[in-house]
């Protein structure tokens, strides 16, 4: 794992890796999309407006990956003291909070004509809006620990791990409460979603996960940069 904590040797391999994410997923992404909007037929409850579940779905899940990548580096922060999972963990940061604001808004907006209402306080829709401050916390954090120069790095960390917390409430509360929010339509090796849909929510799926996973090494060589500029400039500073 040590092995890709030198700067040069991670940038070296995220220059050729990161077009092998981002191509691909933005032509899956948007493929998918596109049959889901022009094939998929009307569901006969919901309409039309069942199509949004194409971006919804796939947002919802990646801002709760966001947080889970968030949690995971920052175990390896604190355990292995690598050198790259605070900055994993930054990069991860932001898009996930993107991905997570539009969970809410394209959510509302479907919720409108098939519940009545635009929001609702129930358990899946807090616990999803919590994550959305909490990655407001810690994006918060981890900029005043990099203008700190790294000091006190050790509590966005900590701040990552206890905010995982609640992403298995989120993944459960249409279990664990009554909500006007559908039950789990996927679960392991079964999915009550007809094939229609489902090929074209997994495949998007993919393709905005390939995208995300594309932004977060685009974001970290860009504070690598930012740190190697910071570096070469206190060194002359210095000198």
């Not at 077009?19 to 999309?33: F, N």
């Not at 990646?62 to 968030?70: D, F, K, N, Q, Y």
């Not at 829709?125 to 000091?151: K, P």
Request: charged share 10%.
């Amino acid at each position: 794992m040590h092995g890709f904590a030198n700067p040069a040797r991670f940038l070296r391999l995220a220059r050729w890796i990161l077009p092998l994410l981002l191509v691909p997923g933005l032509l899956l992404s948007l493929g998918a999309v596109a049959w889901g909007v022009a094939y998929a037929p009307p569901d006969h409850l919901m309409g039309v407006t069942v199509k949004i579940l194409f971006i919804h779905v796939p947002c919802v899940w990646l801002g709760m990956a966001g947080w889970t990548t968030i949690a995971i580096s920052s175990i390896v922060e604190l355990v292995w003291r690598h050198p790259l999972a605070a900055i994993a963990a930054r990069a991860a940061a932001v898009p996930g909070a993107v991905f997570t604001a539009l969970g809410l808004i394209t959510g509302s907006i479907w919720g409108r004509p098939t519940w009545g209402t635009w929001w609702v306080w129930d358990g899946r829709l807090t616990s999803f809006l919590v994550l959305l401050f909490l990655y407001f916390g810690y994006i918060a954090l981890a900029d005043a620990a990099a203008r700190d120069g790294g000091n006190g790095g050790r509590i966005p960390a900590i701040f990552g791990l206890v905010g995982a917390i609640n992403i298995p409430i989120i993944n459960r509360s249409v279990v664990w409460w009554n909500s006007l929010h559908q039950p789990p339509s996927i679960t392991m090796g079964k999915s009550a979603i007809d094939g229609t849909y489902l090929w074209p929510l997994l495949l998007g799926a993919l393709g905005f996960s390939l995208i995300f996973g594309a932004v977060v090494m685009a974001r970290m060589r860009m504070i690598l940069a930012d740190i190697q500029t910071e570096a070469r400039l206190r060194r002359k500073a210095q000198g």
